[in-house]
């Protein structure tokens, strides 16, 4: 009885150890689940078809915005210019859709395109502050977006394929544009954490000068990232001007805290202070029903956005608590 006793003892403490470990690193999945069951069980429309179709258009719009911004924070820099530079996109797709959607797609997406490569190209060969630098592009983009519709909306009297993309619906309650998203949600986790890209990018955050120093183009890395950065939040702009049937010059204004939050309280799961796609994908779903979920509760806007700067506060302390911890276990080797 000892003997076996002590033999199942090892096996016992890793199967233990490996539960801790997979309830550490997908708790926000599992917070995720009991917050849709306790919603849905006191408000039962939160899961009808409208709502769920609603829900998941968001999330979409809201996942294609941060993509990109999700592999800029993992590296350890900052872009607080995606919310304008998505605003901007909306406003030039609204302005040039008279040409055709497929001229304004190009347009809108070329002028993302090129505000994150300014942006990375500012950080990394003229080697200014990232904060700095973005939140000087979203003035610049949210100002030229003023200008573009004179600070009024543009309409758009044919809201095109993308129109098609968000509101056509898969079983009555899933938006067909869900499936092309998480394809590109998936293709990016892929690179992220399989690829050597995906390495480089988690080691330029805890040490930029040594993977520069073992030949690594961290300059070249750093403009690719803040393009993807800029090219992702244009899309999402072309897909809010298909939604709202309009170019809308201030839309960019809430997605700054909304991005900030879903890309910080996602890297508190899997790679735990690291920004990572599948943590982006579960905290945006999560913020979409804690949303909806107070909405239906009858909860004033404001108790949302305290809820909201909370769970903000505590990414960014995980995060930094995370990168200080990373930081003594080198200096200790």
């Known amino acids: 009885m000892t003997m076996t006793i002590s033999e199942n003892t090892p096996m016992t403490s890793r199967s233990s150890n490996r539960l801790a470990r997979l309830t550490t690193d997908l708790w926000l999945v599992l917070a995720l689940v009991m917050l849709t069951a306790i919603v849905g069980s006191i408000k ?58 497929g001229w304004a797609i190009v347009a809108a997406l070329s002028v993302g395109l090129l505000a994150g490569l300014v942006n990375g190209w500012l ?49 009555d309650a ?14 990016a986790w892929y690179v992220q954490e399989r690829l050597t890209l995906g390495r480089y990018i988690y080691a330029m955050a805890q040490n930029e000068a040594a993977v520069r120093a073992v030949g690594v183009p961290v300059t070249r890395l750093t403009i690719l990232l803040f393009g993807l950065s800029g090219l992702s939040a244009s899309m999402a702009g072309v897909m809010l001007a298909a939604s709202l049937s309009s170019g809308q010059p ?13 890309v910080l309280l996602g890297g508190m799961m899997v790679r735990v202070g690291k920004p990572n796609i599948l943590g982006t994908l579960t905290a945006t779903m999560f913020i979409g029903v804690l949303f909806s979920g107070a909405a239906l509760l009858g909860l004033p806007d404001y108790q949302r956005q305290i809820i909201q700067g909370l769970l903000l506060v505590l990414g960014l302390a995980v995060a930094t608590i995370a990168a200080r911890h990373h930081r003594s276990r080198r200096q200790e080797h």
Do not use: H
């Not at 499936?179 to 998936?186: E, G, I, K, S, Y």
């Not at 201030?250 to 879903?262: H, K, S």
């Open 174 to 187: 899933v938006p067909f544009v869900f499936v092309p998203v998480l394809l590109v949600a998936a293709l």
């Open 44 to 101: 039962p429309q939160l899961l009808e078809g409208g709502s769920l179709a609603a829900l998941l258009k968001t999330f979409s719009i809201m996942v294609t915005m941060v993509l990109g911004l999700t592999w800029v924070i993992a590296a350890g820099k900052i872009d607080v210019s995606f919310m304008q530079i998505a605003a901007l996109s909306n406003m030039i797709c609204a302005a040039t859709v008279g040409y055709g959607w």
């Open 250 to 262: 201030m839309i960019g204004g809430p997605y700054l805290i909304n991005g900030l939050t879903v």
């Open 123 to 171: 950080v990394a060969v003229m080697r200014l502050p990232a904060l700095i630098v973005t939140i000087s592009m979203a003035g610049i983009c949210a100002s030229a977006a003023s200008a573009l519709g004179k600070g009024t909306v543009i309409r758009i009297a044919d809201p095109g394929p993308i129109s098609w993309l968000l509101n056509t619906l898969l079983w």
